[in-house]
């Protein structure tokens, strides 16, 4: 009996591994990198720009103002269905929302008021592409981070209001800071 309930183990981790040896070794494009991210572009008078950068092997979608169906961008799933994805680098009204960083002591720090449309579209962003979208100054403010969400294309399609949500930050005391190098730059007209 133990003979082949060793047997049976064996052929059960036999089994996992060749199957794990099949998937990918990793779903980020740049190892060096997260999966999704935010990353400083530079600014104006009013506003910053931040990218969101698809570092992963899935498509994303996104919340903006308005729809991105149908663009000049066709891609196709891994389960063979097509669809339209925003075109690499657009420059998009993005939804994103506003908190107070619990790194900084913030209790004198006030939220500056952000009105969201009371309506909305999206679009998908596919695998190594990104999005500029602009942020108010005064909502990257030492002692606050924006944040925006979006689901990964297993989330399922169409409303997914029943679905887990998935966040990436973006800290205003990291502009200017010594321990990011982030440096403020004026965009270029």
């Not at 075109?87 to 619990?102: G, L, Q, R, S, T």
């Not at 399922?156 to 990291?174: A, C, K, L, T, W």
């Given at each position: 009996?133990?003979?082949?309930?060793?047997i049976?183990?064996?052929?059960?981790?036999?089994?996992?591994?060749?199957?794990?040896?099949?998937?990918?070794?990793?779903?980020?494009?740049?190892?060096?990198?997260?999966?999704?991210?935010?990353?400083?572009?530079?600014q104006d008078e009013?506003?910053?720009?931040?990218?969101?950068?698809?570092?992963?092997?899935?498509?994303?979608?996104?919340?903006?103002?308005?729809?991105?169906?149908?663009?000049?961008?066709?891609?196709t799933?891994?389960?063979?269905?097509?669809?339209?994805?925003?075109?690499?680098?657009?420059?998009?009204?993005?939804f994103?929302?506003?908190?107070?960083d619990?790194?900084?002591?913030?209790?004198?720090?006030?939220?500056?008021?952000?009105?969201?449309?009371?309506?909305?579209?999206g679009?998908?962003?596919?695998?190594?592409?990104?999005?500029?979208?602009?942020?108010?100054?005064?909502?990257?403010?030492?002692?606050?981070?924006?944040?925006?969400?979006?689901?990964?294309?297993?989330?399922?399609?169409?409303?997914?209001?029943n679905?887990?949500?998935h966040?990436?930050?973006?800290?205003?005391?990291?502009?200017?800071?010594?321990?990011?190098?982030?440096?403020?730059?004026?965009c270029?007209k």
């Amino acid at each position: 009996m133990k003979t082949v309930l060793f047997i049976l183990m064996l052929f059960a981790t036999e089994t996992t591994f060749s199957q794990h040896k099949d998937a990918p070794m990793s779903e980020k494009i740049d190892p060096n990198k997260p999966t999704i991210y935010l990353e400083y572009v530079c600014q104006d008078e009013k506003n910053i720009k931040l990218r969101l950068e698809n570092n992963s092997i899935w498509y994303i979608t996104i919340w903006t103002v308005k729809s991105y169906f149908p663009t000049s961008k066709p891609f196709t799933l891994r389960n063979g269905a097509k669809g339209y994805a925003i075109p690499n680098d657009e420059k998009v009204d993005m939804f994103y929302y506003v908190e107070k960083d619990k790194l900084w002591d913030n209790k004198k720090i006030k939220i500056p008021k952000k009105e969201l449309p009371r309506e909305g579209g999206g679009g998908e962003v596919i695998s190594q592409d990104s999005v500029i979208f602009p942020v108010e100054i005064s909502h990257l403010q030492k002692g606050l981070k924006v944040y925006v969400e979006f689901s990964y294309e297993w989330d399922g399609q169409g409303d997914i209001s029943n679905e887990p949500s998935h966040r990436v930050y973006f800290r205003g005391g990291d502009i200017g800071s010594a321990n990011t190098g982030i440096e403020p730059t004026l965009c270029k007209k």
